[in-house]
Structures are given as C-alpha cells and as structure tokens.
C-alpha cells in the first residue's frame, strides 16, 4: 500500500520532532519511507494564538492495515513526547494519515482519506511536491487539482533547509 503521512510540529524543537517521525516510521520493519517532501512554515488554521508549524510530508511502502498503522502513528506521536490538549491547539508532533492507497475509511476515530485535507494548504503542498498525479479515491482528482482548487489563505512557504540530507535524497 501506498500511504501519504501529514507531519506537523510547533512546540520545541520543531524540525527535530519531524525527523524524529519519519526515522521512526522507516525503523518499522513493515513501513519504508519512499520520499520526504521538503519542510514547510506554516501559519496555524483554527487556533491562531500559537507558534507556527512546520510541516512536511512522506510517501511510505507499508504492509500493515490502515488500522495497524494508525496504532503505529499514535505509538510514535507518544513517545516524542505529543501530549493532547485541545482541538487545533499546539503540538511537539501531529501525524495525520491523509491517504492510505486507495482506502476508504470513516469511523469515529479514524477518517481515511483525512477529512480536512482538501481545506488544508499546508497538507496539499507538501503531497503535491511528492505526488501531483495521485488521484484522492473519494473526488477522483488529483492532488495538484485540489491543491489549486484549495481557497485556504494561510500561510506555506517551503524552508531552504531540508528535513535532513539522508532522508532528502529518497
């Protein structure tokens, strides 16, 4: 399965948590992270009053189910240290599944493809710089089109640096 992750981070060491993320994810012996998109700053979308965001996405190789994946994400977002507080509020570090192949999922707790994905630039930028042509199962454009069709006025502006040079290069 193809699976494009949301990573975002305002608290600490923000590029840190990120890089964190994506090792831990590669580390799962059923996950490879194919590619990493650049590193995005971001302005937070709800609640204003906090640091901004940086944001990147993966594109990753998995063989767990959408379940067992989640699992995984939550598992990482614990041990970086994410403690939850409110809706939209601060955070060391967000993994949002966006798109798990072709998935289409929509329970209480988990909602794939991401429910707000096609509200959110700082979520379309990063996957369109990995994947333009990948068609959302559920509207049956692609990336790139809900990108230019997304009327979100936040800020996203891609950072000169990269997530890191060994992940880069994928």
Not at 132 to 158: I, N
């Amino acid at each position: 399965m193809i699976v494009y992750v949301s990573l975002g981070s305002n608290l600490g060491d923000r590029k840190a948590f990120l890089r964190q993320a994506v090792e831990a994810l590669d580390a799962s012996p059923m996950v490879e992270v194919r590619k990493v998109s650049s590193v995005y700053e971001t302005e937070p979308v709800g609640f204003k009053d906090q640091p901004d965001f940086l944001n990147a996405a993966v594109e990753i190789e998995c063989a767990m189910s959408v379940r067992e994946f989640w699992n995984l994400t939550k598992e990482i977002e614990r041990s970086i240290g994410r403690s939850r507080t409110e809706r939209w509020g601060p955070r060391e570090i967000d993994l949002d599944i966006i798109y798990f192949d072709n998935t289409m999922l929509d329970s209480p707790d988990l909602t794939v493809p991401h429910r707000e994905r096609t509200k959110r630039r700082f979520v379309l930028e990063p996957i369109a710089e990995l994947a333009a042509a990948f068609p959302d199962p559920v509207l049956g454009r692609t990336v790139q089109e809900l990108l230019e069709a997304c009327d979100d006025p936040s800020r996203v502006v891609r950072s000169a640096s990269a997530l890191s040079p060994s992940l880069e290069a994928r």
